[in-house]
């Protein structure tokens, strides 16, 4: 049996004609699960008995649990549990243009980077698609509200788990069931080169982030242990080749370490790598964590950096801060129920 869930419409699709039946049979079922959000098979009116016996067979209804929540201004984390017992950390933000979700694509992340609490435990399996939708159709039942935007920038490396999150945005994007806009959907990945090539193939509009974070291949890879396998000639490549594909502006995010990658050499190095790319820079300040060495960068370094860039004709914003008070910022998010103490 497989997670209802985690059906792209287009394989639901190819299940009822394999059945003998029609497309708008797959039309109707998107519509319970998703528009009317009916939790059991017996809910649905409109399916003719012997097609929900086989959906039954065939299918399950997964849950998700929100088992703590934390709250500051303008934003709520929620610590989930999944089915098997596995947790992972969601983070909802409130902006003027609507609630942004914060989802995680795995439990645990392999990617070690020194700077991030999530990186502190090792991967212990992917989030699934179904999970990931349950996410957001959990925490909008707990809001009672509709999610506008999702970001996959929660725990774990979302191109470590491609066809997941890439079955996720098809599912969620459907017009006819939740229908979130593409390009109110934001990937971020820390440079998995192979995946960034295809997912320039990927036939939905979404957003694509890169956490950058350093200026140069010695810091990046003191930083980010995925630098020594694709190393920032290669990285750039592969997003220059994305853009061309996709004619989309890229996201690079650079997160403020106090003395590590906050000085002017460093911005000015940072210009000369994104140079003529179609591009904006996100500097973030560094959100403290109970068990990681790093400082925040102070203002003042901050703004000149920023400065620097702008005088380079690099597109850069400062990024708003949310929830670094109940550790739900970036960087923060953990995996472990520790959270609960």
Known sequence: MENIYSITFSRLVDYFLKMGEKKYRAIQLFDWLYVKRVTSFDSITNIKKEIISQLKKDFYFDKIEIINQEEDIDVKKYLLKLSDGETIEAVLMNHDYGNSLCISSEVGCNMACSFCESGRIKK??????????????????????????????????????????????????????????????????????????????????????????ASNNELRSKLMPINKVYPLEELIKAIKNYISKTNRRVTFEYI??????????????????????????????????????????????????????????????????????????????????????
């Open 124 to 213: 212990i399996r992917n989030v699934t698609s179904g999970e990931m939708v349950l996410e957001l159709m959990t925490i909008e039942k707990a809001i009672n509200e509709r999610i506008s935007h999702v970001v996959i920038m929660g725990i774990g490396e979302p191109f470590d788990n491609y066809n997941n999150f890439c079955d996720f945005i098809s599912i969620v994007n459907y017009q006819k069931g939740i229908n979130l806009g593409s390009r109110h959907i934001t990937v971020s990945t820390c440079g998995i080169v192979p995946k960034i090539y295809e997912f320039s193939e990927f036939p939905y509009q979404v957003n694509l982030a890169i956490s950058l974070h």
């Open 256 to 341: 403020m370490l106090k003395g590590v990658n906050d000085k002017i050499e460093n911005a000015i190095e940072l210009s000369n790598l994104l140079k003529e790319i179609n591009c904006y820079v996100n500097l973030i300040p560094y959100n403290e964590t109970n068990h990681l060495q790093y400082k925040r960068s102070s203002k003042e370094d901050i703004l000149k950096f920023y400065d620097i860039l702008k005088k380079n004709n690099i597109n850069v914003t400062i990024r708003r801060e949310f929830g670094s008070k109940i550790n739900a910022a970036c960087g923060q998010l953990k995996t472990v129920k520790e959270n609960l103490a």
